[in-house]
């Protein structure tokens, strides 16, 4: 005879400001199998759980509902609960009364406890069916993949790394470092960003535990945490690498020009070309799209001058596999294009500049030599506005949420400049001032002190020319009225938005991501640089806009999860997997069509009865499958069951509604 408990939490106000908890338990009570039934305030705390194990030994449970909020969030809490009391934990069953009741139904009270009764019920009609399951041991591959070599992929690998676990490193780009090596001088503290940069980067290229596969992208992603398998595309660079001395003689010679993304197109860069002098791999690649060998068939001059042979026109892009346990993803941000600023005359005047370009500008191995200049007239410029929040914050042109980071660049762009041109003045337009940091507010006053920058709060409503300066019209707030200033050069703190291309990542990666396409993490407080995919953390701007403390510290972080997971050599997996009654499979393999993981094979069996013929039957992949459910919907000879949820608890439940 069953004997369930039933526990009803009323997660502070979550959950007890919208259903009648009290009524629920009541109510809950009329079912004939509830021999216990209790609330308490947090019942995942200590002593909500204590309640839970007490009740087991007094009441002689044989099963046990949660009524709480997702499985998601406390499942594993409540199992150990369970298993603490002697219980086998998979007879316990959540009924998510918070996110699928009391959050959703928030105007409608009666309606709210109404459903949480029911939600209740169908628990404790599925759990009168649950069986005792035992987690299942599958071996883990001890490699994590890292995707995107920004600051974030490179902390990442190489903390991984130094716990001597191989890391696989993929960045799409020719070389690694990310947008940090395009940085000048940085927050807070101003120290050389290439001078912290790049002897993290070299580290990662000589580091026996990584493997730097530069110029390429995941193709593919299948299998499941600790047993992933990667399809990985490295283009064709058109250079033998292993023969490559990195002269430069080909690029030096080239007469293709192309913008170059590494100074934002300040100035050119050849066809053959090597990112940056700093460059990791310091190997050049050519540019397929622009070099006139590949399109044309004409020039050849970088295969005559190279004296190694290194040059190589008949390279093909290639496909290579590699078994992972994890996957870190750091694929980093993009500056929003202002275009619809219209009115400020982005695109028409010169010299509005993005603050990446003015970063480049002031850069010592920048397009400029180290001086800011107007695009104009390569004057240098004395007065200098900065607008920040152009496109963040700004929910009619672009965004609602905050960079983050501007505010602080800005100040630090002020005493750039103020270094860099000794005589200019910065005026700066900005809505607030957000310097949430360590040593961030005294970075700021800094600003304000050492370079005497003219902060003015307000928008700017237009930007005009006269003669050879633009005018800026805005709102000084502090007085109250329309100020117009004279300006050489206006830079421009645009948005950080994620990747253009985060959101195919995620969509292959199977990792959810958000209306912006940052990638989500699996709880915003509590699990921040996990994925809802076991085994996919997050890393840097792919999540979100952070500066570089928070990118180190949030990659560290995930290395620290990587290292967790891989820390034993098998991983206990779920006991929720099919099973196939061979009596009643058909071989019809619809099964195998469906499984989104590849889990279901074919076996030959004997016919039976004596007979010497066989017939094919399906067979599970115990360690791959992952439950889905997928398999035993489509199995028309209703061969396929899944533990956990098998047609007798699905019917209880469907029933007791
Ligand atoms: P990124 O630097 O963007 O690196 C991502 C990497 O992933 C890149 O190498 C990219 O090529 C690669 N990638 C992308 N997609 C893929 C893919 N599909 N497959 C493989 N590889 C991929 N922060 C500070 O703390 N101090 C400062 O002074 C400072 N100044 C700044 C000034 C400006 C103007 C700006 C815009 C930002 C500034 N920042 C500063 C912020 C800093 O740039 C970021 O915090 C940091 O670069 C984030 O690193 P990341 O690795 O997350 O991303
Ligand atoms: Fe490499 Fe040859 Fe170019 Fe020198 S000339 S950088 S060896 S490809
Ligand atoms: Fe440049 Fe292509 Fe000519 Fe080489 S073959 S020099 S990359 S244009």
């Given at each position: 005879?069953?004997?369930?408990?039933?526990?009803v939490c009323f997660c502070g106000a979550n959950i007890a400001d919208f259903v009648d908890v009290p009524a629920v338990v009541e109510e809950s009570k009329k079912i004939k199998e509830v021999k216990f039934a209790i609330e308490y305030k947090y019942m995942c705390s200590d002593p909500g759980q204590q309640m839970i194990r007490d009740a087991i030994v007094q009441h002689r449970l044989t099963s046990v509902v949660v009524a709480a909020c997702s499985p998601r969030m406390h499942e594993k809490t409540f199992r150990k609960a369970l298993s603490d009391a002697g219980m086998n934990p998979y007879l316990l069953e959540v009924a998510n009364i918070r996110e699928h009741s009391s959050w959703v139904h928030q105007k409608?009270?009666?309606?709210?406890?109404?459903?949480?009764?029911?939600?209740?019920?169908?628990?404790?009609?599925k759990s009168i069916a649950n069986e005792q399951l035992h987690s299942i041991s599958v071996p883990v591959t001890k490699r994590a993949l890292v995707i995107g070599g920004g600051i974030a992929g490179i902390q990442a690998a190489l903390d991984i790394a130094d716990a001597r676990i191989p890391v696989v490193l993929v960045e799409k780009s020719p070389s690694i470092g990310g947008r940090m090596a395009q940085l000048d001088e940085t927050f807070p503290t101003l120290d050389c960003s290439q001078c912290i940069l790049t002897p993290k980067m070299v580290d990662v290229a000589s580091h026996p535990y990584i493997e730097l596969i530069p110029y390429s992208e995941v193709l593919e992603l299948e299998g499941f945490v600790g047993n992933y398998k990667a399809k990985i595309k490295k283009k064709a660079s058109y250079v033998n690498f292993k023969t490559c001395t990195g002269c430069g003689a080909c690029w030096q010679k080239c007469p293709v020009k192309v913008p170059n993304e590494y100074n934002?197109?300040?100035?050119?860069r050849k066809a053959i070309y090597t990112p940056f002098p700093q460059a990791v791999p310091n190997k050049p690649v050519i540019d397929a799209e622009h070099c006139t060998m590949l399109l044309k068939g004409k020039c050849g001059i970088c295969a005559k001058v190279c004296e190694k042979g290194a040059i190589d026109?008949?390279?093909?892009d290639e496909v290579i596999e590699r078994e992972i346990g994890a996957v870190v993803v750091a694929t980093g941000y993009d500056l929003w294009d202002p275009k619809p600023y219209e009115e400020y005359g982005v695109g028409r005047f010169k010299d509005i500049i993005t603050s990446l370009e003015f970063e480049r500008m002031v850069s010592a191995n920048g397009p400029t030599g180290g001086v800011p200049v107007r695009p104009s007239d390569g004057k240098v410029p004395k007065s200098v506005v900065f607008i920040k929040c152009i496109g963040s914050r700004d929910e009619a042109k672009g965004i609602e949420y905050c960079s983050k980071i501007c505010c602080m660049y800005t100040a630090k762009h002020a005493i750039l400049l103020h270094h860099k041109v000794h005589d200019s003045h910065a005026y700066i337009f900005y809505m607030d001032i957000r310097a949430a940091g360590k040593g961030y507010e005294e970075f700021v006053k800094r600003a304000q002190v050492e370079t005497a920058a003219t902060y003015l709060r307000g928008r700017v409503s237009k930007i005009y020319k006269k003669g050879e300066k633009l005018i800026v019209r805005g709102e000084d707030g502090q007085l109250g009225q329309v100020v117009e200033?004279?300006?050489?050069?206006?830079v421009l703190a645009t948005a950080i938005v994620p990747n253009k291309d985060n959101p195919d990542l995620a969509r292959l990666l199977g990792v959810s991501y958000d209306k912006y396409g940052y990638m989500s993490e699996a709880h915003p407080k509590l699990r921040p640089v996990e994925t809802a995919k076991a085994g996919i953390f997050l890393a840097g701007c792919t999540q979100a806009p952070k500066d570089i403390p928070d990118t180190v510290a949030q990659a560290s972080a995930c290395a620290a999860k990587v290292c967790g997971l891989f820390s034993g050599d098998t991983m206990l997996k779920d006991p929720m997997i099919s099973t196939v009654n061979k009596e009643f499979c058909s071989g019809c393999q619809n099964c195998v069509t469906v499984c989104p993981y590849q889990a279901i094979v074919t076996e030959e069996i004997p016919m039976g009865h004596g007979s010497k013929e066989t017939r094919v039957v399906a067979k599970i992949n115990e360690g791959v499958c992952q439950g889905c459910g997928s398999c035993v919907a489509i199995c028309r000879s209703m061969a396929i069951s899944l533990a956990g949820f098998t047609d007798t608890q699905i019917i209880n439940e469907i029933v007791s509604i």
């Open positions: 005879m069953a004997r369930v408990g039933v526990f409608d009270k009666k309606a709210a406890t109404e459903k949480a009764s029911d939600l209740i019920r169908m628990a404790v009609a934002m197109g300040i100035d050119k026109y008949t390279m093909q200033v004279e300006a050489d050069l206006v």
